[in-house]
């Protein structure tokens, strides 16, 4: 298992761990060969081209703009190999799963609400809930409400909860 911030440029390690501390290097260990035998070359392959292993045996990020909101939702699951260069055996295939974790990158979208009329009074009442959809997650979909500007000299009148949308 592997794990990656999303949208990292082709070439990042993929690390083992979440803290992203720990790339995930791949050796091939081939129980027929000797001390004496000479040593083999070995390429790997996948069955994915978002990801590939790199000349020093680590799992890098193989596409630009892996997007952990597309279809995917953030999982990649795929097999690799390693193959003899120059000959025909290959390993059996590993199964791979890599995540990718969520970096803000998106923004909150308002939907389109009707116009509203305020009767006149002087009590305070909750007049509307906004609510916003942000596709991120955790802390990266927080959302904080704030009133940009009131028409007629009315914005002492209104205030927003910053958290709810109230």
């Given at each position: 298992?592997?794990?990656?911030?999303?949208?990292?440029?082709?070439?990042?390690?993929?690390?083992?761990?979440?803290?992203?501390?720990?790339?995930?290097?791949?050796?091939v260990f081939?129980?027929?060969?000797?001390?004496?035998?000479?040593?083999?070359?070995?390429?790997?392959?996948?069955?994915?081209?978002?990801?590939?292993?790199?000349?020093?045996?680590?799992?890098?990020?193989?596409?630009?703009?892996?997007?952990?909101?597309?279809?995917?939702?953030?999982?990649?699951?795929?097999?690799?190999?390693?193959?003899?260069?120059?000959?025909?055996?290959?390993?059996?295939?590993?199964?791979?799963?890599?995540?990718?974790?969520?970096?803000?990158?998106?923004?909150?979208?308002?939907?389109?609400?009707?116009?509203?009329?305020?009767?006149?009074?002087?009590?305070?009442?909750?007049?509307?809930?906004?609510?916003?959809?942000?596709?991120?997650?955790?802390?990266n979909a927080?959302?904080?409400?704030?009133?940009?500007?009131?028409?007629?000299?009315?914005?002492?009148?209104?205030?927003?909860?910053?958290?709810?949308?109230?």
């Open positions: 298992v592997g794990y990656a911030k999303e949208n990292s440029p082709v070439g990042t390690v993929v690390m083992s761990t979440q803290n992203l501390r720990n790339p995930i290097t791949l050796q081939d129980r027929d060969m000797t001390a004496g035998d000479p040593i083999l070359n070995y390429k790997f392959e996948l069955t994915t081209t978002a990801f590939a292993v790199n000349t020093e045996g680590v799992l890098v990020v193989n596409e630009p703009n892996l997007d952990r909101e597309g279809p995917n939702n953030g999982r990649y699951s795929f097999q690799l190999f390693a193959r003899e260069i120059g000959g025909e055996a290959a390993s059996s295939p590993v199964s791979m799963v890599v995540h990718l974790l969520d970096v803000n990158d998106n923004e909150p979208v308002l939907p389109t609400y009707p116009q509203i009329t305020v009767q006149a009074g002087d009590g305070r009442r909750n007049i509307l809930r906004i609510q916003a959809k942000d596709e991120d997650e955790g802390g927080e959302v904080k409400y704030s009133i940009y500007h009131v028409s007629n000299n009315g914005k002492n009148k209104f205030e927003i909860n910053e958290t709810t949308g109230d």
